[in-house]
């Protein structure tokens, strides 16, 4: 049975995005109702789950539609499929991650990354604050600039109710993250962390956003 279920798990290393994606969907399962059946096995999958969460950019083509040009990546389920089951296995297997080798690069990457990589990030980043303080703080000056653009992003003024509304969802993801982070004891300490907490108290949208999602 454990023979069976590594050969399946190790396809994440398949060259077909769509089989990855699947063998991520199983671990993210696995790990969430038989924790115990893949503890084994992640010393070998854990790298192999990170690097699906890296921007591949053979993924990221270009359609010409006429007038304009649509980028699509391929890569993007992908990525948010990962991200989610590392956020399942810091719940179930927090006792198998080495979080200082998964926040830089890979988390760090995931912020600044689509509103559907950035969402689940910002989860991770919470739970990783409380569960592993020490690993956060250690980079919490790295960790700053992609949530700064992401609670400062506005919009285009084309833009319709729809992408409005996942903006707002977006910065208060964000905003709930640094929450999370201004909790830390010592995070105070990181000067890029406290102006940017400054910033956010002196912006009377952002500081009333602020004050909503942490009474939540």
């Not at 509103?115 to 020490?134: E, R």
């Amino acid at each position: 049975m454990c023979s069976e279920i590594s050969a399946f798990l190790m396809l994440i290393k398949d060259s077909d995005r769509h089989v990855r994606r699947a063998a991520v969907l199983a671990l993210s399962t696995a790990a969430h109702n038989k924790p115990n059946l893949i503890k084994g096995l992640l010393p070998e999958l854990l790298p192999l789950l990170y690097d699906q969460t890296v921007v591949k950019q053979e993924l990221v083509r270009t359609v010409d539609l006429g007038p304009f040009k649509h980028v699509v990546d391929d890569g993007l389920e992908l990525r948010k499929a990962a991200f989610e089951c590392v956020d399942t296995l810091l719940d179930s297997c927090l006792d198998q991650v080495n979080p200082s080798s998964f926040i830089v690069p890979f988390l760090l990457s995931g912020l600044g990354d689509h509103y559907d990589v950035k969402m689940p990030c910002h989860l991770i980043l919470s739970k990783l604050a409380d569960k592993c303080p020490s690993a956060v703080l250690a980079v919490l000056d790295s960790l700053v600039e992609p949530i700064e653009k992401t609670i400062n992003h506005k919009p285009k003024g084309d833009a319709v109710k729809q992408e409005v509304d996942r903006n707002e969802d977006m910065i208060r993801s964000a905003l709930r993250a640094i929450a999370s982070l201004s909790s830390i004891s010592g995070s105070d300490y990181s000067i890029r962390f406290k102006n940017l907490m400054n910033k956010i108290l002196a912006t009377p949208a952002l500081a009333e956003k602020f004050s909503s999602v942490c009474s939540e």
